[in-house]
């Protein structure tokens, strides 16, 4: 339940950088680490079903 209420919080909070179309090869350090926190946040909260 944690990771679920904390996805929702990276969610209204964070920046979508797919939606903004960034390039992977382009991104800075600090967008590399926001999509990496969204990305172990959200298959955690997938995993507690």
Do not use: C, H
């Not at 339940?1 to 903004?20: D, E, H």
């Not at 390039?23 to 990305?39: F, T």
């Amino acid at each position: 339940m944690f990771y679920k209420i904390l996805a929702k919080i990276n969610k209204a909070v964070l920046p979508s950088f797919t939606k903004k179309g960034l390039d992977l090869s382009k991104a800075s350090k600090w967008q590399l680490a926001v999509i990496g926190w969204r990305y172990y946040v959200t298959t955690r909260a997938l995993e507690e079903n």
